[in-house]
């Protein structure tokens, strides 16, 4: 059964930095693209960023330049590190997975697995 736990999440203010994680389990974690979703109140969940099984990364342009995605293999752990934070970045933030069954694309990556969510809240 794959599992994905995020945490990290939390309030600041504009300019700083949170670093979210994905705790994987029951996938094999190397193999495929992982990536950050968001979802802000009243606005569809839209892509932040995908990492593929070889390291290569895709942003969103609203996020480039400020936000990291990196992953260890040895700890099957997914980090999103987040900096000059802006308020329009506030959001229910989500890690993701790839899987054959999925419905959600994105850069190209089948997105199946779900974590539950971690909020991310930014104040001017």
């Known amino acids: 059964q794959v599992q994905l736990v995020e945490s990290g999440g939390g309030s600041v203010q504009a300019g700083g930095s949170l670093r979210l994680s994905c705790a994987v389990s029951?996938?094999?974690?190397?193999?495929?693209?992982m990536g950050w979703f968001r979802q802000a109140p009243g606005k569809e969940r839209e892509g932040v960023v995908v990492?593929?099984?070889?390291?290569?990364?895709s942003y969103a342009d609203s996020v480039k330049g400020r936000f990291t995605i990196s992953k260890d293999n040895a700890k099957n752990t997914l980090y999103l590190q987040m900096n000059s934070l802006k308020p329009e970045d506030t959001a229910m933030y989500y890690c993701?997975?790839?899987?054959?069954?999925?419905?959600?694309?994105?850069?190209?990556?089948?997105?199946?697995?779900w974590g539950q969510g971690t909020q991310v809240t930014v104040s001017s």
């Open positions: 993701a997975a790839e899987g054959p069954f999925g419905i959600t694309w994105y850069r190209g990556c089948q997105f199946e697995y």
């Open positions: 029951g996938y094999t974690y190397s193999r495929d693209c």
């Open positions: 990492i593929d099984s070889d390291g290569s990364t």
